[in-house]
């Protein structure tokens, strides 16, 4: 039975990484093969992959999902969209010194007022809020709210964040966290993986605020994952098909990429289309699509630790970590990234 202490690790908080690179091609790249950890800068990925290789990213742009205001009766709160439901309600994680009650007004960012419908989610987490019907929900975040940096990164987002908290091929709107392994990739880099002949092809899953949530059960067994959307285009089923044919492999840019091609191979041949995941992958996990992964390095007890362990082995993950903590790597949304392949 696996228990949470089984996906723990010491991290220095100096080694938490608080702010991008200028140059996103210049973080470190560790390249984990079977017994070998091979130390290289990003740019130099190329160079690790093969004609016919398939690298999968998700598009999914981070919205300027975090509001703060006042409720009717004064006390402060802060919003974390969730995701919007139609035009004008969506779902929130709030923070308030008292839980908002049905009915209640909040009035966000001194520009526009919220009412809180009710509670929502499997564990009622979530609160339903609607929105005024004179734009979209969308529309007012986007507007007004500010981008929602990870609790671990202590500086409020400015004007650089506003860039390099975004992957430079985002374009669907959606999520409240970057797909973080994505950062690293630049226009220069994309050139550089085309000359090789490594392809590229696209799936969407929005990240939800419930990605930054602890795991509170020591079995894991009973833990239950959050739920987030994500949709496969058949142009991207396609290229897989094609990359097999081929003799390639399918690498997944990102553990969000990773999770929206295995769940919808679940059902065994992979399939085209949009829907509601809540995978939790943990070792003895048995993969159906990806064959590697590129990442960063994720928080101790977390359910992506767990998740590159059922892909590259726990043992194997214990010593990278040890070894990236060793040669001080940067760690989190803004720190460096591994390449892992499938045991």
Request: glycine share 8%.
């Given at each position: 039975?696996?228990t949470?202490?089984?996906?723990?690790y010491?991290?220095p908080?100096?080694?938490?990484?608080?702010?991008?690179?200028p140059?996103?091609a210049?973080s470190?790249?560790l390249?984990?093969?079977?017994g070998?950890?091979?130390?290289h800068v990003?740019?130099?990925?190329?160079?690790?992959?093969?004609e016919?290789?398939l690298?999968?990213?998700?598009d999914?742009?981070?919205?300027?999902a975090?509001?703060?205001?006042?409720?009717d009766?004064?006390g402060?709160v802060?919003v974390?969209?969730?995701?919007?439901?139609?035009?004008?309600?969506?779902?929130?994680?709030?923070r308030?010194?008292?839980s908002p009650r049905?009915?209640?007004?909040?009035?966000?960012?001194?520009?526009?007022e919220?009412e809180?419908?009710?509670?929502?989610?499997?564990?009622?987490?979530?609160?339903?809020?609607?929105f005024?019907?004179?734009?979209?929900v969308v529309?007012?975040?986007?507007?007004?709210?500010?981008?929602?940096?990870?609790?671990y990164?202590?500086?409020?987002?400015?004007?650089?964040?506003?860039?390099r908290?975004?992957?430079?091929?985002?374009?669907?709107?959606?999520?409240v966290?970057?797909?973080?392994?994505?950062?690293?990739?630049?226009?220069?880099?994309?050139?550089?993986?085309?000359?090789?002949?490594?392809?590229r092809a696209f799936?969407?899953?929005?990240?939800?605020?419930?990605?930054?949530?602890p795991?509170?059960?020591?079995d894991?067994?009973r833990?239950q994952?959050?739920?987030?959307?994500?949709?496969i285009?058949?142009d991207?089923?396609?290229?897989?098909?094609?990359?097999?044919a081929a003799g390639g492999?399918?690498?997944?840019?990102?553990?969000?990429?990773?999770?929206?091609?295995?769940?919808?191979?679940?059902?065994?041949?992979?399939?085209?289309?949009?829907a509601?995941?809540g995978i939790?992958?943990?070792p003895?996990?048995?993969?159906?699509?990806?064959d590697?992964?590129i990442?960063?390095f994720?928080?101790p007890?977390s359910t992506?630790?767990?998740?590159?362990?059922?892909?590259?082995?726990?043992?194997t993950?214990?010593?990278?970590?040890?070894?990236?903590?060793?040669?001080?790597?940067?760690f989190?949304?803004?720190?460096d990234?591994?390449?892992?392949?499938?045991?």
């Amino acid at each position: 039975m696996l228990t949470l202490a089984d996906f723990d690790y010491f991290l220095p908080p100096e080694l938490i990484a608080q702010a991008a690179l200028p140059d996103r091609a210049a973080s470190r790249l560790l390249v984990v093969s079977p017994g070998r950890l091979d130390d290289h800068v990003f740019r130099e990925l190329p160079a690790f992959l093969r004609e016919n290789d398939l690298l999968v990213f998700n598009d999914s742009r981070v919205l300027h999902a975090r509001l703060f205001g006042q409720k009717d009766t004064g006390g402060q709160v802060e919003v974390m969209i969730e995701r919007p439901l139609g035009d004008h309600e969506a779902l929130a994680m709030v923070r308030a010194s008292k839980s908002p009650r049905p009915g209640t007004r909040l009035r966000l960012m001194e520009a526009f007022e919220v009412e809180v419908v009710g509670r929502a989610g499997a564990n009622a987490e979530f609160f339903q809020l609607r929105f005024p019907p004179d734009a979209t929900v969308v529309d007012y975040i986007e507007r007004y709210g500010r981008l929602p940096l990870p609790p671990y990164i202590e500086h409020a987002a400015d004007a650089d964040d506003e860039t390099r908290y975004q992957t430079v091929y985002a374009r669907e709107l959606g999520s409240v966290a970057a797909p973080t392994a994505g950062l690293h990739f630049d226009e220069a880099l994309f050139a550089a993986l085309a000359a090789r002949g490594v392809r590229r092809a696209f799936v969407t899953l929005h990240v939800g605020a419930g990605t930054f949530q602890p795991v509170r059960e020591q079995d894991l067994s009973r833990h239950q994952m959050h739920r987030e959307l994500y949709s496969i285009p058949q142009d991207t089923v396609d290229a897989i098909a094609a990359t097999r044919a081929a003799g390639g492999r399918v690498i997944c840019v990102g553990t969000t990429s990773l999770r929206a091609l295995e769940s919808a191979a679940q059902g065994g041949a992979l399939a085209a289309g949009s829907a509601e995941t809540g995978i939790f992958i943990t070792p003895g996990y048995r993969f159906q699509v990806a064959d590697g992964l590129i990442t960063n390095f994720h928080l101790p007890k977390s359910t992506l630790l767990m998740l590159v362990s059922a892909l590259a082995g726990r043992d194997t993950i214990r010593r990278a970590y040890a070894h990236a903590v060793e040669q001080r790597y940067r760690f989190f949304s803004y720190g460096d990234a591994m390449f892992l392949q499938k045991t």
